[in-house]
C-alpha cells in the first residue's frame, strides 16, 4: 500500500468502509421519503387543489330537425372546490361538439368569457340562469347518453367528468 492509502493507526479499509455504509443508507432512505413526501405536496407551501364535479347535465335540445343538426347546446354543472385555495375554470372541451365555449348569459344574450373563478371552499354553478359551457357544434344528443367533458383548472388541472343528456325541458 501507498502511504497515502493507509487508513490509519489499527483500522483496515474494510472497517472503514463499513463504518460509512450506515449513514450512505440512512441518507439515501432520507432523501427517498423526502422526495414522495414532495411528490405527494406535502411539503412547503404548495396546496393541491381538489374539485369535485356534483352534477353534470346536458339538456336534449327538442325533437326539430334543425335539433338534430347540431345547433348549440348549453351543458350544466355543479363544481365545488375542496380546498382551501381559490381557483379558475379556464376552459373545456368535448369530442360530442366543434368546440366548447364558456359564457355568462345577459339580457342581450350570451356573452364569452375567459375563465369563472371557483372559491376556495366554495361551490360554483353553472346553469341556465347566469353562467354556462355552451357546446358549439354539438353532434345529434339523446336523452339518457352520456356526454364527455374535459374541464380545464388553473391549478387543478385537468377534471374528466361525463355529463348525463337529460329529456327536453328538464334540467
Given at each position: 500500500?501507498?502511504?497515502?492509502?493507509?487508513?490509519?493507526?489499527?483500522?483496515?479499509l474494510?472497517?472503514?468502509?463499513?463504518?460509512?455504509?450506515?449513514?450512505?443508507?440512512?441518507?439515501?432512505?432520507?432523501?427517498?421519503?423526502?422526495?414522495?413526501?414532495?411528490?405527494?405536496?406535502?411539503?412547503?407551501?404548495?396546496t393541491?387543489?381538489?374539485?369535485e364535479?356534483?352534477?353534470?347535465?346536458?339538456?336534449?335540445?327538442?325533437?326539430?330537425?334543425?335539433?338534430?343538426?347540431?345547433?348549440?347546446?348549453?351543458?350544466?354543472?355543479v363544481?365545488?372546490?375542496?380546498?382551501?385555495?381559490?381557483?379558475?375554470?379556464?376552459?373545456?372541451?368535448?369530442?360530442?361538439?366543434?368546440?366548447?365555449e364558456?359564457?355568462?348569459?345577459?339580457?342581450?344574450?350570451?356573452?364569452?368569457?375567459?375563465?369563472?373563478?371557483?372559491?376556495?371552499?366554495?361551490?360554483?354553478?353553472?346553469?341556465?340562469?347566469?353562467?354556462?359551457?355552451?357546446?358549439?357544434?354539438?353532434?345529434?344528443?339523446?336523452?339518457?347518453?352520456?356526454?364527455?367533458?374535459?374541464?380545464?383548472?388553473?391549478?387543478?388541472?385537468?377534471?374528466?367528468?361525463?355529463?348525463?343528456?337529460?329529456?327536453?325541458?328538464?334540467?
Amino acid at each position: 500500500m501507498t502511504p497515502a492509502a493507509v487508513p490509519g493507526p489499527g483500522r483496515s479499509l474494510g472497517e472503514l468502509a463499513r463504518a460509512g455504509l450506515a449513514p450512505l443508507v440512512c441518507a439515501a432512505a432520507l432523501i427517498a421519503l423526502l422526495s414522495g413526501w414532495v411528490l405527494a405536496g406535502g411539503a412547503g407551501t404548495i396546496t393541491r387543489v381538489r374539485v369535485e364535479v356534483t352534477l353534470a347535465a346536458v339538456p336534449a335540445q327538442a325533437f326539430t330537425a334543425r335539433a338534430a343538426a347540431g345547433r348549440t347546446t348549453p351543458a350544466y354543472l355543479v363544481i365545488r372546490n375542496l380546498s382551501g385555495q381559490p381557483d379558475e375554470l379556464l376552459s373545456a372541451r368535448s369530442p360530442a361538439a366543434a368546440r366548447v365555449e364558456l359564457g355568462r348569459r345577459r339580457a342581450a344574450g350570451l356573452a364569452a368569457v375567459t375563465g369563472f373563478p371557483v372559491p376556495a371552499h366554495g361551490t360554483l354553478t353553472l346553469s341556465p340562469f347566469g353562467s354556462d359551457l355552451v357546446l358549439i357544434g354539438a353532434r345529434p344528443l339523446q336523452a339518457g347518453e352520456t356526454v364527455p367533458l374535459t374541464l380545464v383548472f388553473r391549478h387543478a388541472g385537468q377534471v374528466n367528468v361525463n355529463a348525463t343528456v337529460t329529456p327536453p325541458g328538464s334540467p
